[in-house]
């Protein structure tokens, strides 16, 4: 099935579903609602939701080897609804009709009506790595680290998840998203991925999570494989490693470990992806890249956690701060990209940030990211550094 075909038929099914939950609700009292979560309409069981998110970015750049250029530009805009139906069936889809990367993300169906479990199919992220998994609302930066540039992003296919008492776990079969994201490294092929989360203190203000992913992603035939990283600003477009066209890889696994710990507004995460290349010709290369990141809620709101996916999500602020809730955060990350005969360079970044709240729905953002690659793409010592702004809006 071609991913414009399951698109359809999730946006068909949505549209039935909807449709047939109207006409049986036409005898139930309609009621609309409009909030910091969005506009929404709900009759009898059934719910549509509408919203959407807005990241407008600045990036400033300087930088003595590849050349940059300064940037201000819309990141995403994005516009989404959701039905629910009941309790157990949800669907979901969503676009960016604005951004740097436009076209369909999310385009899924759910079913959670047995007990502890969830079916997905559709496109959606690939349950790999925290990262990528959470919104990007609620990233503690304004981009993701370097090693989620060897994660799995939006692919279309089906996953099952089961979830425990402190632990979780899903998987699931998936092969080429619906579209190409301009931002996104992709392969064409076909993975199964399997997710483990373990969550031995979940508690309202206090989590401390473990978890392990792997991905064994088969290429398909005359299909190649390619890493490019920036550094962090995507705005630029520009890559500092890349490991150019890679023919001759057959296949790949992809390994994720992480680990983070929570208490009320402070959280430290860590996590390395390791990436093992089917590639004789090439000397079987192995990419590697890790993240260790910290964060503190100064006005003392608390993270919020998620077992289900093992990702940590919104800060909200206290009503009682007039000025919004207000975060710093610092970040070290890595991506090794030279081994056997692939010569795509290998990165390190020092980031600080700070995020003000202005409330639910209004976010303002600031980095200072400092990267030395050792050597770059071209193969050469650079140093680049970077001042980026965010004002984000989302309901």
Same mark, same amino acid.
């Given at each position: 099935?071609?991913?414009?075909?399951?698109?359809?038929?999730?946006?068909?099914?949505?549209?039935?579903?909807?449709?047939?939950?109207?006409?049986?609700?036409?005898?139930?009292?309609?009621?609309?609602?409009?909030?910091?979560?969005?506009?929404?309409?709900?009759?009898?069981?059934?719910?549509?939701?509408?919203?959407?998110?807005?990241?407008?970015?600045?990036?400033?750049?300087?930088?003595?080897?590849?050349?940059?250029?300064?940037?201000?530009?819309?990141?995403?805009?994005?516009?989404?609804?959701?039905?629910?139906?009941?309790?157990?069936?949800?669907?979901?889809?969503?676009?960016?009709?604005?951004?740097?990367?436009?076209?369909?993300?999310?385009?899924?169906?759910?079913?959670?009506?047995?007990?502890?479990?969830?079916?997905?199919?559709?496109?959606?992220?690939?349950?790999?790595?925290?990262?990528?998994?959470?919104?990007?609302?609620?990233?503690?930066?304004?981009?993701?680290?370097?090693?989620?540039?060897?994660?799995?992003?939006?692919?279309?296919?089906?996953?099952?998840?089961?979830?425990?008492?402190?632990?979780?776990?899903?998987?699931?079969?998936?092969?080429?998203?619906?579209?190409?994201?301009?931002?996104?490294?992709?392969?064409?092929?076909?993975?199964?991925?399997?997710?483990?989360?373990?969550?031995?203190?979940?508690?309202?203000?206090?989590?401390?999570?473990?978890?392990?992913?792997?991905?064994?992603?088969?290429?398909?035939?005359?299909?190649?494989?390619?890493?490019?990283?920036?550094?962090?600003?995507?705005?630029?477009?520009?890559?500092?490693?890349?490991?150019?066209?890679? +023919?001759? #890889? @057959? %296949?790949?696994?992809?390994? =994720?470990?992480?680990? /983070?710990?929570? $208490?009320?507004?402070?959280?430290?995460?860590?996590?390395?992806?390791?990436?093992?290349?089917?590639?004789?010709?090439?000397?079987?290369?192995?990419?590697?890249?890790?993240?260790?990141?910290?964060?503190?809620?100064?006005?003392?709101?608390?993270?919020?956690?998620?077992?289900?996916?093992?990702?940590?999500?919104?800060?909200?602020?206290?009503?009682?701060?007039?000025?919004?809730?207000?975060?710093?955060?610092?970040?070290?990350?890595?991506?090794?990209?030279?081994?056997?005969?692939?010569?795509?360079?290998?990165?390190?970044?020092?980031?600080?940030?700070?995020?003000?709240?202005?409330?639910?729905?209004?976010?303002?953002?600031? +980095?200072? #990211? @400092? %990267?030395?690659?050792?050597? =770059?793409?071209?193969? /050469?010592?650079? $140093?680049?550094?970077?001042?980026?702004?965010?004002?984000?809006?989302?309901?």
């Amino acid at each position: 099935m071609t991913g414009k075909w399951a698109m359809a038929l999730v946006a068909s099914v949505g549209f039935a579903v909807g449709a047939g939950g109207m006409a049986h609700a036409q005898d139930n009292e309609i009621d609309t609602d409009f909030d910091s979560s969005g506009f929404s309409v709900e009759s009898g069981d059934m719910k549509l939701s509408l919203g959407g998110r807005l990241h407008v970015d600045t990036v400033a750049i300087e930088s003595d080897g590849i050349q940059f250029t300064d940037e201000t530009d819309i990141r995403r805009l994005r516009i989404d609804a959701t039905i629910d139906l009941g309790k157990d069936w949800r669907i979901k889809l969503d676009g960016d009709v604005g951004g740097l990367s436009p076209g369909i993300y999310n385009a899924w169906i759910s079913y959670d009506g047995i007990k502890d479990w969830e079916f997905k199919f559709g496109n959606f992220i690939a349950p790999f790595n925290h990262e990528n998994m959470m919104s990007s609302n609620n990233m503690k930066f304004i981009e993701r680290a370097l090693p989620s540039e060897l994660a799995p992003n939006f692919l279309l296919g089906a996953s099952a998840a089961y979830e425990g008492k402190n632990w979780s776990v899903t998987g699931g079969y998936f092969t080429n998203p619906i579209e190409d994201e301009e931002l996104t490294n992709r392969d064409d092929g076909k993975s199964i991925v399997v997710r483990g989360v373990f969550a031995p203190i979940d508690k309202r203000r206090e989590v401390l999570h473990f978890a392990a992913a792997v991905e064994r992603r088969e290429l398909d035939s005359g299909a190649s494989s390619r890493v490019r990283a920036g550094s962090e600003f995507a705005l630029t477009r520009q890559s500092l490693l890349d490991t150019a066209t890679l +023919n001759g #890889v @057959d %296949a790949y696994t992809n390994l =994720n470990i992480e680990a /983070a710990y929570m $208490n009320g507004p402070f959280l430290v995460e860590a996590q390395q992806i390791t990436r093992s290349n089917d590639a004789p010709l090439l000397g079987d290369p192995e990419f590697k890249g890790m993240s260790v990141q910290a964060a503190w809620v100064l006005t003392g709101e608390r993270q919020r956690y998620s077992l289900g996916g093992g990702t940590f999500g919104e800060i909200r602020p206290d009503k009682d701060n007039a000025f919004g809730a207000w975060e710093v955060a610092a970040r070290y990350s890595t991506l090794d990209l030279q081994d056997g005969g692939v010569l795509g360079g290998e990165l390190k970044n020092w980031t600080v940030g700070v995020n003000w709240y202005v409330n639910r729905n209004v976010r303002v953002s600031a +980095n200072y #990211v @400092d %990267a030395k690659a050792e050597p =770059n793409r071209l193969g /050469a010592p650079d $140093n680049p550094s970077a001042i980026m702004g965010r004002l984000q809006v989302a309901f």
